[in-house]
């Protein structure tokens, strides 16, 4: 029934499609990606992306967060070559795009993907040795920070809780995986500083969560958060990112 109203709707909008509707495409390759239909998930991918491409230019930010898509979809089916190389293409981009910002917010939209992109790089990299070696993660945990301190900056820049919602869920999978290096390097020296700055790692995650749950409940309760509390919360972050 989805394919059958799917091209009945592209007939109809003949074949100029609003980004809705590409949003919705990119949803459906993530969820055949994950559902181990990574063959199809490409093919719906690569459609998006080349109608992308032909109408927006290889530089605009919806280009590029489907060309993240398709970065995630190798790293799923294992392809980790193609998934480095298809992050790193995308790094790339939001570079250009970075340089050609011409105010903060142009230059943080431009950086949204970043953090991501940097997260399926450095899966790829990771799985993709046989046995990495502490050097090689100890570089993964750098360009991890480098794409957390990122985040923060963002936190910082854009306090509503909208924005930090919207962060704190987009970015579940960056923690995680931050975490995960964390503790391998930790087995491999027997460095305590990796066992703090695990510790640390969690305290942020169940802090991300309780707030999270917070705002969900509040908005049932409450019609908003005075700013005063929004201001402490952001000079306190501040605080906590300069420990």
Avoid: C
Wanted: aromatic share 10%; glycine share 2%.
């Amino acid at each position: 029934l989805f394919e059958e109203s799917k091209g009945l709707f592209e007939e109809s909008m003949d074949n100029t499609f609003n980004r809705h509707y590409l949003h919705l495409m990119g949803q459906k390759s993530k969820f055949l990606s994950k559902t181990g239909n990574h063959e199809r998930a490409l093919e719906e991918a690569e459609k998006t992306l080349n109608y992308l491409q032909k109408n927006t230019g290889r530089y605009h930010r919806l280009f590029i967060q489907h060309m993240l898509n398709i970065a995630e979809i190798h790293l799923q089916r294992e392809d980790m070559q193609t998934a480095w190389k298809k992050a790193t293409q995308t790094l790339a981009m939001i570079e250009q795009q970075t340089e050609m910002a011409t105010t903060v917010e142009e230059r943080m939209q431009a950086e949204r993907y970043k953090p991501l992109a940097i997260l399926v790089r450095n899966k790829a990299s990771f799985k993709r040795e046989e046995n990495p070696d502490t050097l090689v993660m100890l570089n993964l945990l750098k360009e991890m920070q480098y794409a957390d301190s990122l985040l923060n900056y963002r936190r910082i820049m854009f306090p509503q809780k909208e924005n930090i919602n919207a962060l704190i869920d987009e970015n579940r999978e960056f923690y995680e995986w931050m975490q995960f290096i964390t503790v391998q390097l930790y087995i491999a020296t027997g460095n305590r500083k990796y066992l703090n700055s695990l510790l640390d790692l969690k305290e942020q995650s169940i802090y991300n969560s309780i707030r999270l749950e917070f705002f969900r409940r509040n908005d049932m309760a409450f019609h908003s958060v005075p700013d005063s509390i929004i201001r402490q919360e952001n000079d306190l972050l501040v605080l906590a990112s300069t420990a």
